[in-house]
Nanobody, 121 residues
């Protein structure tokens, strides 16, 4: 079993900051990719940022320079620091993990439950 729990969403004024966390636990050998996606009402889910096991990062153009993805391997946790938030950043944010399971060595993909971020103007 693998559990993925997100936290850190909320309501913030434009220009403010939030930090999202996503912690994975359970039968995990390693996590080789972590990412954050978001989905606004009526829109498709889109990639926000990703980070590999080797700490290579990639960002969507609309957040580059404002958001930073990072991870703590010891805690199996990925973070998304969001600064200079805009009303158009309002969405449900989901973490997504590519995991190698312990014992079975199976490659599996997991989504978090989602956390709401609302930016008021």
């Amino acid at each position: 079993q693998v559990q993925v729990v997100e936290s850190g969403g909320g309501l913030v004024q434009a220009g403010g900051s939030l930090r999202l966390s996503c912690a994975a636990s359970g039968s995990i050998f390693s996590i080789y990719r972590m990412g954050w996606f978001r989905q606004a009402p009526g829109k498709q889910r889109e990639l926000v940022a990703g980070i590999t096991a080797g700490c290579s990062t990639n960002y969507a153009g609309f957040v580059r320079g404002r958001f930073t993805i990072s991870k703590d391997n010891a805690k199996n946790t990925v973070y998304l620091q969001m600064n200079s938030l805009k009303p158009e950043d309002t969405a449900v944010y989901y973490c997504n993990l590519d995991i190698i399971r312990r014992a079975t060595w199976a490659y599996e993909n997991y989504w978090g439950q989602g956390t709401q971020v609302t930016v008021s103007s």
